[in-house]
Each structure stands twice: as C-alpha cells, then as structure tokens.
C-alpha cells in the first residue's frame, strides 16, 4: 500500500513538473477578440446573430453528405467481389444502385439539384 501511495505521488510531481516546464517555456499568446470568437460558417456572432439561412444550400449540404457516405459504401463492394458469392453480390450491389438511381431522379424530380437560387 505504501508503495502505491509513494508511486502516486511520484507521477502527481511529476505532471506538475511537466505542465509547470510547459507554461514556462511555451510562446506567449496575445489575446484577440476575433481569434477567440467562434466561426460559424463566415458570419461574425457578435453583430447579427439571427441572418437568413439559405435552406437551398442546407439541402445541398444534406445531398452531398448522402452520396458521400454511399461512396464510402461501394468502394468495399468492389474489394469484396473476389471474396463473395457472385450471385449474391450482385444482387445486392445492384439493389444498392437501384436504390441510389431511384434517388437522383427522386432529388431531381423536387428540382433539388439546381445550383443557382
């Protein structure tokens, strides 16, 4: 027990050593209030916190996250068609593009895919 108590204390000298070496020779900071403000998406928080938010590019946004994670999907579909059966595979693969095809034309059809506002 004395030598858990000892060791203990001996990690507790020596992280107040660490942190104490640490502030001592890091670089001294100025403090700004624009560094220290947060940043969200270009819009200073300080003069208008409630601006018009374009609900276009937030669907924009939501659609490229989708597809970006069905990439993410389909690339270890192709590394596992040597490993799979065949049949399987491709049945399933080919419901998975199916289902994303049926997307596109779904966000296309809602004209969700235009670019300009």
């Given amino acids: 027990m004395i030598t858990l108590?000892?060791?203990?204390?001996?990690i507790l000298l020596i992280l107040s050593f660490l942190m104490m070496f640490s502030i001592?020779?890091?670089?001294k900071k100025f403090f700004d209030r624009e560094k220290f403000s947060p940043f969200e998406c270009g819009?200073?928080?300080?003069?208008?916190?409630?601006?018009?938010?374009?609900?276009?590019?937030?669907?924009?946004?939501?659609?490229?996250l989708i597809f970006d994670v069905e990439i993410s999907i389909i690339l270890p579909m192709i590394l596992s068609f040597k490993i799979n059966n065949k049949m399987?595979?491709?049945l399933t693969s080919t419901l998975f593009m199916v289902i994303l095809i049926i997307?596109?034309?779904?966000?296309?059809?809602?004209?969700l895919m235009n670019w300009k506002f």
Avoid: A, C, Q, V
Avoid at 58 to 63: D, K, R
């Fill in 5 to 10: 108590s000892m060791m203990f204390i001996l």
């Fill in 103 to 111: 997307g596109i034309f779904y966000e296309w059809s809602l004209n």
């Fill in 88 to 90: 399987y595979w491709f």
């Fill in 24 to 27: 001592i020779i890091s670089k």
């Fill in 43 to 64: 819009f200073d928080p300080k003069s208008m916190t409630r601006m018009p938010f374009s609900i276009h590019f937030f669907i924009i946004t939501i659609i490229f």
